[in-house]
């Protein structure tokens, strides 16, 4: 039964909210705009607030909705770590959009806040500081992944490997937006464009 949770997972994750509510609106691809990240940053960007809010909504509903079954339905530990991995590894690699996805910081937050309600308050809490005090997605996201194994290994200790390889992608997905914060050239939240 757990590899079914798992597959799932992957091709719930494979549902790209970005994509989908860009069509809807009329904004073409986000892959070709912008940053090119299927992602609610560069959903912000381009079709504004509402745009945004539709694709964090659907983004995180993909951790939430498949690590939520699993845990209902009594899987191991091993199991729901490994959906909550699977749902990541569909966001960043979808095989219905050709295996360019996002880069999974929403679907992330999904898994966390079902897995463990303090991790997922902490995670935001996090972000949000972050983003008032830096005004700079990615770098928010990095510093909130870097810090969860950490936390999780206290509060959370069962699912801290599983949590450790999704924060390892989600740092190694932001690679080139490591190099942009270096070089001082990251976009900042309130531009509607992105370097």
Not at 13 to 24: K, T
Not at 41 to 46: A, D, F, G, I, P
């Given at each position: 039964l757990g590899i079914y949770f798992i597959?799932?997972?992957y091709?719930?994750?494979?549902?790209?909210?970005?994509?989908?509510?860009?069509?809807?609106?009329g904004l073409g691809d986000p892959r070709d705009a912008g940053s090119g990240n299927p992602g609610a940053?560069?959903?912000?960007?381009?079709g504004g607030k509402f745009a945004a809010l539709c694709?964090?909504?659907?983004?995180?509903?993909?951790?939430?909705?498949p690590v939520a079954l699993a845990i209902h339905y009594q899987q191991s530990s091993t199991i729901i770590g490994l959906v909550a991995?699977?749902?990541?590894?569909g966001h960043?690699?979808?095989?219905?959009?050709?295996f360019k996805g996002g880069k999974g910081v929403a679907t992330f937050f999904g898994v966390l806040i079902v897995l463990n309600w303090q991790l997922g308050s902490y995670a935001i809490a996090c972000w949000l500081i972050c983003a008032w005090g830096f005004r700079i997605s990615s770098l928010s996201a990095l510093i909130t992944a870097i810090t969860i194994p950490f936390y999780s290994w206290y509060f959370f200790p069962e699912q801290f490997v599983y949590l450790s390889i999704i924060c390892l992608l989600?740092?190694?997905?932001?690679?080139?937006?490591?190099?942009?914060?270096?070089?001082g050239h990251e976009s900042t939240l309130g531009k509607r464009h992105n370097i």
């Open positions: 597959i799932g997972a091709l719930l994750g494979s549902v790209s909210s970005a994509i989908i509510v860009c069509r809807l609106a940053t560069n959903v912000l960007r381009l694709t964090l909504l659907g983004d995180s509903l993909k951790g939430v909705i991995i699977a749902a990541f590894l960043l690699f979808p095989i219905f959009f050709r989600l740092i190694i997905r932001h690679h080139q937006n490591i190099k942009n914060i270096a070089s």
